[in-house]
């Protein structure tokens, strides 16, 4: 079992940045593909970043390329997601996902381990 809790969310204006973390306890932190997910109010979920084991291996969605970067902390058991340039429709509800497989934690089916997730709002 893997438990995962988010922390770093909050209110921004448009144009500023937050980080988001969350923090891994339980199973090996280091085996895991780390995933970033987002529901915005009345949509569903979905995928904004993610990260394999050793960093090697990162995705975006196109809505965060070049804004959005997502890293990890193996000796931390941490991933992080910094987020600049922040736009009001970037505001949802942030998740955390942890898998062994890549192909999960990018399509986000059948994700072995989700947080709790974590408010953003941004205000334009």
């Known amino acids: 079992q893997v438990q995962l809790v988010e922390s770093g969310g909050g209110l921004v204006q448009a144009g500023g940045s937050l980080r988001l973390s969350c923090v891994a306890s339980?199973?090996?932190?280091?085996?895991?593909?780390m995933g970033w997910f987002r529901q915005p109010p009345g949509k569903e979920r979905e995928f904004v970043a993610a990260?394999?084991?050793?960093?090697?291996?990162?995705s975006y969605a196109d809505s965060v390329k070049g804004r959005f970067t997502i890293s990890r902390d193996n000796a931390k058991n941490t991933a992080y997601l910094q987020m600049n340039s922040l736009k009001s429709e970037d505001t949802a509800v942030y998740y955390c996902?942890?898998?062994?497989?890549?192909?999960?934690?990018?399509?986000?089916?059948?994700?072995?381990?989700w947080g709790q997730g974590t408010q953003v709002t941004v205000s334009s």
């Open positions: 339980g199973r090996s932190f280091s085996i895991y593909f």
């Open positions: 990260i394999g084991w050793s960093g090697g291996f990162t």
């Open positions: 996902a942890a898998d062994t497989l890549r192909n999960r934690i990018t399509s986000g089916r059948r994700i072995e381990y």
